[in-house]
Each structure stands twice: as C-alpha cells, then as structure tokens.
C-alpha cells in the first residue's frame, strides 16, 4: 500500500463546475496535509494546507480532513480553464521525521471550456 | 513571502562533466532544504534532505558520491551531479520550510539535459 494515494485521472469536468480531488493517507500519526498544484514542465505551487479535521476555505478552494478516515479532498469551485494541472498531495508524517513531506503521484485535472 | 529561487534554469552538459545546480531561500531562512527529481509525467522523488551546516541525508537508491549537497548557509543549498551522463537528464527542484508548519515552497526547476 502506497502512503498517500491519489486517482492519477484525468479527472474532466466543465467549465463552471465543482471539482473534486481526494486522497487518502496510510500513517495514522500523520500531522499535516497539503495541496500543490504543477502545471505541466512547472513546479509544484502551494494553494491549501490543513492541520484540523474539518473544512478550510480560501477563495474558490476548499480543502477537508477526515483524520478517522484517513483522507484529505480539495473543492474547487467554478473550475477555470486555467485550473488545468496536476493536483498533488501531501502529507507531513508524526513528529520526529526529519520534515519532509510524502507527496502522491497527483491527479490531473482537466477543465474544459 | 515564502520565495525561493533557483539556478540556472536550465543547463545543458557534456557527458561527464558536473553541473552545480544553486537553491536560494530569498526571504526566509531553511535550516533544511530538499532536493527532488522528476521525469516526464512521473511523480516527485525526493533526493535528499539538505541540511545546514551537516551532512544531508540521501534517500534509498541515490548515489551520495555522485549528487553532492551542500547547505553552507541558512538561505544556500547547492548540488552537484557529478560525471553527469544521459541518464540524470531531468528536472531538479528544491524546495524549502519557513516555519513548523511542514510546508514546503518549491523553487521553480532546473531543466538539465546531459548530451
């Protein structure tokens, strides 16, 4: 079993639409979830992270935690061509790792006009 | 805030040769720094963790004598691909951590290509 696992895609949805990208998590200790966005020959761009299970909103983006069912989504709403890219997870392990972060392999979101 | 930058953007080498690759934290200071790889429409893979003023830790399967790190200062970490050859043409991305948080901010890439 892979530590986070994401849906590699494409995920296609509209123009206007809701999309939604999910990921779940092996270590149960884990303390920290994050969400990068890569456009195709980019780097990773940090857009959300969330330490408490629960929603954070920012803009049309809305990230959710379930720590009891190991698993992390982002909303984003009123999907843009320009939301186009590989969407990546990824998680900080329990404390003590030396801070770096287990990143799943990314689904790729395609938003069509 | 949160900006790091890296350098150059992309370099192309003979085979043989080494390539030092510069990863600078611009408004903040990293104790600790990461060196990542990617492939063509492959996943991230971490290198090593650079960090400053030790020796940095390499992952499982990376070659330590061939890609040296050094994190000589808080907002400086460098590598080295060493004796480079076709097959460590890639994409090479640091990235850095501010704070507590675990977040890490992404330099923009460097493009190598080994002829």
């Known amino acids: 079993q892979k530590e986070v696992e994401q849906n590699s895609g494409p995920l296609s949805v509209p123009e206007g639409a809701i999309a939604s990208l999910n990921c779940t998590y092996s270590?149960?200790?884990?303390?920290?979830f994050f969400w990068y966005r890569q456009y195709s020959g980019k780097s990773p761009e940090l857009i959300m992270f969330?330490?408490?299970?629960g929603d954070k909103e920012d803009g049309r983006f809305t990230a959710q935690l379930n720590k009891a069912s190991q698993y992390v989504s982002l909303l984003i709403r009123d999907s843009q061509p320009s939301d186009s890219a590989t969407y990546l997870c990824?998680?900080?392990?329990?404390?003590?790792?030396?801070?770096?972060?287990?990143f799943g392999q990314g689904t790729t979101l395609q938003v069509k006009p | 805030g949160a900006v790091v930058s890296q350098h150059p953007s992309r370099v192309i080498c003979k085979s043989g040769t080494s390539v030092k690759i510069e990863c600078r934290s611009l408004?903040?200071?990293?104790?600790?720094m990461f060196w990542y790889r990617q492939f063509p429409k492959k996943s991230l893979m971490l290198m090593a963790t650079?960090?400053?003023?030790?020796?940095?830790?390499?992952e499982q399967g990376v070659e330590k004598d061939k890609f040296l790190i050094n994190h000589a200062s808080l907002t400086l970490s460098t590598l080295t691909v060493t004796s480079a050859h076709p097959e460590d043409s890639s994409f090479y991305i640091c990235?850095?951590?501010?704070?507590?948080?675990?977040?890490?901010?992404f330099g923009p890439g460097t493009r190598l290509t080994v002829t």
């Open positions: 990235s850095a951590s501010p704070g507590q948080g675990g977040e890490q901010y």
């Open positions: 270590d149960r200790g884990s303390q920290s």
């Open positions: 969330i330490y408490s299970n």
């Open positions: 990824a998680v900080s392990p329990p404390p003590g790792n030396t801070g770096k972060l287990i």
């Open positions: 408004d903040f200071q990293a104790t600790t």
């Open positions: 650079s960090n400053e003023g030790s020796k940095a830790t390499y």
